[in-house]
Each structure stands twice: as C-alpha cells, then as structure tokens.
Nanobody, 124 residues
Framework: QVQLVESGGGLVQAGGPLRLSCVAS????????LGWFRQTPGKKREFVAC????????RYADSVKGRFTLSRDNAKNTVYLQMNSLKPEDTAVYYC?????????????????WGQGTQVTVSS
C-alpha cells in the first residue's frame, strides 16, 4: 500500500510559478512510476505528466509541455511538479498517482494509488 499526499497548491497570478510536491509513505517510491493528473468540475481527470522509476523518463501533456517540469527524489520519497508560466486554464485540482512499474503511463486506469489532490487556481 502506498499513501500519497500532495501539497503546494494555491492561488497564483497568470504567468507565475508554483511547485507541487507529492510525498509517499508506506512503501518506497523508488520502484514506482509516478504521474500527475488534474481535474476541473464536470470534466474527466486528465493526464499532465509522468515519470518512470528507472531512468526517470518523463512525458508531458501538450498543454503543459515547456512550462511544467516533473522530477523525483527517491531518497525523500517525493516527486515534484514545477509549474511555470501558469495560465488560467491550468486551474484544477491536481492529483499525484503511482503504479508499480510498467513504464510511462497516460491513463487514469493505469495507476493504483492516488493522493487526495491539491487545488491550483490561476487568476487572470
């Protein structure tokens, strides 16, 4: 069992940065692939970014590519999502998720464990 807790969300002006963190407990994250997803009311949860446990390969949704950077610190059991040049359309609840291997994962159904989410609001 893996417990994930996100933090770092908040209110930011358009163009500003935020860094989200996801801390894992229960098991070491070192062998887990990790993903970030986001969701707005009435819409499906959508893929944002993912990182593999081996080699730290990353992939990003086209909507965030070049603005968001995903990294992980296995020693701290933490994954970070650095978000720069934020836009109002980035406003959502952001969720961290993990799965045990399998490589890059883009689908909600591929992940086994989820955090409770953290709200990000970008004002125009």
């Amino acid at each position: 069992q893996v417990q994930l807790v996100e933090s770092g969300g908040g209110l930011v002006q358009a163009g500003g940065p935020l860094r989200l963190s996801c801390v894992a407990s229960g098991r070491t994250l070192s062998r887990y692939d990790l993903g970030w997803f986001r969701q707005t009311p009435g819409k499906k949860r959508e893929f944002v970014a993912c990182i593999t446990w081996s080699r730290s390969w990353t992939r990003y949704a086209d909507s965030v590519k070049g603005r968001f950077t995903l990294s992980r610190d296995n020693a701290k059991n933490t994954v970070y999502l650095q978000m720069n040049s934020l836009k109002p359309e980035d406003t959502a609840v952001y969720y961290c998720a993990s799965k045990e291997g399998g490589g890059l994962g883009y689908g909600v159904g591929e992940y086994d464990y989820w955090g409770q989410g953290t709200q990000v609001t970008v004002s125009s």
